[in-house]
């Protein structure tokens, strides 16, 4: 942080803040005893707190989009969606997909 405050770096994001952190940070609370040790560190050091706006999916096709919402209201259904991510976003191989679709095709929540 040093150096990059040397090169004339003038902001840094550590990431975000637990909501009811944010919240209370929001809302002119700077008492920080009842945080998250990491939200603590991360106030130590000052700053605004912001609020971002929530990652959106976007999903055209109207059959898709109900198909996805149906999946992720089961807990294997959410575990298959990570998987597929992990796996599209390059961070896994179909091994992970395949091994999600065996674990939770034998999990009595997914059959229900």
């Avoid at 609020?51 to 807990?75: C, F, H, K, M």
């Amino acid at each position: 942080m040093r150096w990059a405050k040397a090169q004339g770096v003038r902001w840094f994001d550590f990431g975000g803040l637990r909501a009811p952190t944010l919240r209370a940070l929001l809302h002119g609370e700077t008492d920080s005893g009842q945080a998250a040790s990491a939200d603590r560190f991360k106030i130590s050091f000052g700053g605004a707190p912001y609020r971002y706006p929530g990652a959106v999916e976007v999903i055209n096709s109207s059959v898709l989009r109900v198909t996805y919402d149906l999946i992720r209201r089961w807990p294997a259904g959410r575990q298959l969606v990570v998987a597929a991510t992990r796996m599209a976003r390059g961070r896994a191989g179909p091994r992970s997909l395949i091994k999600a679709l065996r674990t939770h095709g034998r999990d009595s929540q997914w059959r229900s």
